[in-house]
């Protein structure tokens, strides 16, 4: 599995296109398995996957490298806090289907605008592009409203603290990462084995040597079952 440094994170975070979408392509499978989640409720597939990735991108942008876990488990709660609010808002808020398919073009200039100036574009801005009335541009920001709010809901409770900082200080990690990372199902049907080099892997920070020793086994033997359980696992999430 390809693992994401820093050095690319910062570059994305300083606007650079390039290192933006190769982070947004290797993390692809992620994303759509989390919009997997919600399909099948009245939006469409592609309206639900611009506001995850609009998400994905805002995390990407409040991402501290210097966090002892990856951008992937950061990611995962934004991704779904958008969607949910979104559905949520969408639902207080009844537009015309012609705003909702003003909606979808938005989410997708504001993608792209972010790849591309790291920053959020404006009202003019877009009803320049799409040649639209402001008006009509500002009823149609107005049922997303997921998205300008992701900072304030998401990472915090009642209390004030943030849900994100509680993910490594939960009793059961384990359980709570795989449920974030949404592929609980596809874990749980693995082989004894396979599923224990998995979550000593990538839950647990084990080295493959430490796993080897661990299941009585080489590391060179880890290495060929690791990449063989995540390749078979990438193609059950895309296909």
Avoid: H
Wanted: include cysteine; hydrophobic fraction near 35%.
């Amino acid at each position: 599995m390809y693992e994401i440094d820093s050095e690319e994170i910062l570059r994305a975070q300083n606007n650079d296109k390039d290192a933006m979408t190769k982070i947004i392509k290797i993390n692809s499978g992620l994303i759509w398995s989390i919009v997997k989640r919600f399909l099948g409720r009245g939006y469409d597939k592609e309206e639900l996957e611009q506001i995850a990735y609009i998400g994905f991108i805002k995390a990407i942008k409040g991402f501290d490298v210097s966090l002892d876990f990856k951008l992937s488990t950061y990611a995962v709660p934004y991704i779904i806090g958008e969607i949910k609010r979104f559905i949520r808002d969408d639902g207080a808020i009844k537009v015309s289907r012609s705003i909702k398919e003003l909606s979808a073009k938005i989410g997708q200039l504001q993608r792209e605008y972010l790849i591309k100036k790291g920053k959020e574009i404006t009202i003019e801005e877009l009803s320049k592009k799409l040649s639209a009335e402001k008006e009509d541009i500002v009823l149609a920001l107005e049922s997303q409203k997921s998205i300008e709010s992701i900072d304030k809901n998401v990472y915090e409770d009642e209390s004030g603290e943030s849900k994100i900082s509680k993910i490594s200080n939960q009793k059961d990690e384990t359980n709570i990462l795989i449920d974030k990372l949404c592929i609980e199902e596809l874990i749980n049907k693995l082989e004894i084995r396979d599923k224990k080099i998995i979550l000593l892997r990538y839950y647990k920070g084990k080295t493959q040597t430490e796993v080897a020793k661990l299941l009585g086994i080489t590391q060179v033997q880890v290495s060929r079952l690791e990449k063989r359980i995540l390749n078979e696992m990438r193609e059950k999430i895309i296909s």
